[in-house]
């Protein structure tokens, strides 16, 4: 496999999975990724202001892009702009949002975060949000509401009287339109994500990578030596590797690699045992990125997106990219080698093969997802020549073919042939499905299913393996 060369038949086939694959993921990635970038620019102009008002403006973007997400995902054409980020927007406009169909205004959106309640009837009443919806934070909707009915039991003639009845008649604690709605967001949420918004958006990036999995609590070890030592031996070998095959294929076998090294350690034991049992759990020790399998699975996707959003863009070359996506990997990977096949740890090639051979399936398919996501973020942002992350991502889905088609042919005796290498084919396939967030669920999912059981269930399943007349062949995923 060279750097300029695609290996095997790369047919259409292959091209229409890797290409074609996670539309909708890879657009709701985008929009977070510039969302971050705008997070950014808010967090610089309001350093110097109260939290209370950071929030404020932090609340807006919230609603904007968690409504966006939405109506990606479900294939809806209407996005919500937040007019002071918006190209010619204004700080200083009636609406702080507004309502697209199509690029079409349907809505205009006046937020109104505040912590006092019986303010905030004030504020939301005023003659120039007249047909706007008023926006409120969630935990307060049903005090302010209250407040407003209040007011209207004046006389109709009253003061303002008008004005208050428009108010409740479009308060609410979410964007909706056509379907799709934000989510309400509380105001001391609002508060704790404004005190480091840039923070708060970086989550969000992982989450929207992730189909929202949300972080948990992580397991400590005291096996970070291990763990280190084998991200700097992937990152150098994928370095390495990077100068004589594609900078996709060195990332993800490099990772396998480093997996399947980590496997040969005699420290391994303790790793594999904590593993085993956090990946039962659905979560992995703090030593591999910590939190649920999925939250992991889904920050190694978008982290691969961002070092291929680099690759496209020239800032990065291609063994930098291989050693930030074998590192972004490793995690995940690790805990298929030490949880799942730790327990079978034998001299003996072909097994190890095997574990490289399914390690770097997992690794593939969060390469490929990653790639996906880089390729349309690419696009978005106006980048003309985008030749080189196709290559890569085609290059990827194809690598990570021929893995599970090798490692098949290694013997369908085992629980790993006959059990494990059905669902990553599984895994594969729904990354051509039109809701492509279930492929990293699945593969969350089954990396705590395997992390418990072994390749061989009983010293008489690995006898009959390794004695059977079609078992000699070596995977070697390192090639």
């Not at 702009?81 to 406009?93: H, L």
């Not at 480093?258 to 759990?281: C, D, F, I, K, P």
């Not at 939190?291 to 920050?299: D, N, S």
Request: charged share 20%.
């Amino acid at each position: 496999m060279s750097r300029t060369g695609l290996p095997g038949a790369a047919d259409q086939a292959a091209w229409t999975v890797a290409d074609a694959a996670t539309r909708r993921l890879a657009a709701a990635t985008v929009e977070t990724l510039s969302t971050r970038e705008t997070v950014e620019r808010l967090a610089q102009r309001y350093a110097n202001h109260g939290n209370a008002q950071r929030a404020g403006h932090l609340f807006e973007l919230r609603h904007a892009l968690s409504f966006n997400q939405r109506a990606i995902r479900s294939g809806a054409p209407f996005r919500a702009v937040v007019t002071e980020w918006a190209a010619d927007g204004s700080q200083t406009a009636a609406a702080d949002l507004h309502l697209l169909d199509r690029g079409r205004l349907v809505g205009r959106v006046q937020a109104k975060l505040m912590g006092r309640a019986p303010a905030t009837p004030h504020a939301v009443a005023r003659p120039q949000y007249d047909g706007m919806a008023r926006l409120v934070a969630g935990d307060r909707v049903a005090a302010v509401d209250s407040l407003l009915e209040r007011r209207l039991t004046m006389a109709p003639e009253g003061v303002r009287f008008a004005d208050y009845a428009d108010a409740r008649a479009h308060l609410t604690d979410r964007l909706e339109y056509g379907g799709v709605s934000s989510a309400p967001v509380d105001l001391d949420d609002a508060h704790r994500s404004a005190l480091d918004p840039v923070r708060w958006a970086r989550g969000e990036a992982v989450r929207a990578a992730g189909a929202e999995a949300l972080a948990a609590g992580a397991f400590g070890a005291a096996v970070g030596g291990l763990v280190s030592g084998a991200t700097s031996a992937a990152e150098q070998l994928a370095r390495v590797r990077a100068n004589d095959t594609s900078a996709a294929a060195a990332a993800l076998t490099a990772t396998a690699a480093a997996a399947q090294g980590a496997v040969r350690s005699g420290s391994v034991a303790g790793l594999s045992s904590l593993v085993r049992s956090a990946a039962r759990a659905g979560r992995l020790p703090s030593v591999l990125g910590g939190g649920e399998l999925a939250f992991a699975t889904a920050g190694a996707a978008y982290a691969v997106a961002e070092a291929g959003l680099e690759l496209a863009r020239g800032r990065i070359d291609a063994g930098e990219f291989a050693a930030r996506s074998s590192t972004a990997t490793l995690g995940t990977s690790l805990a298929w080698a030490c949880g799942a096949f730790a327990q079978t740890v034998v001299p003996v090639p072909v097994v190890g093969a095997l574990v490289g051979g399914l390690v770097g399936q997992a690794a593939g398919t969060l390469i490929v997802q990653g790639l996906q996501s880089a390729l349309v973020a690419a696009r978005s942002h106006g980048e003309t020549d985008t030749r080189t992350i196709e290559r890569e991502l085609l290059t990827a889905a194809l690598t990570t073919g021929l893995l599970g088609s090798a490692a098949a042919r290694l013997g369908r005796a085992t629980h790993a042939t006959a059990v494990v290498l059905p669902h990553l084919t599984d895994v594969r396939e729904r990354m051509g499905q039109s809701d492509p967030t279930t492929a990293l669920t699945a593969l969350s999912a089954l990396t705590g299913q395997v992390a418990g059981r072994p390749i061989f269930t009983s010293q008489d399943e690995f006898d009959t393996w390794i004695s059977a007349d079609d078992s000699p062949l070596v995977l070697d995923p390192n090639w």
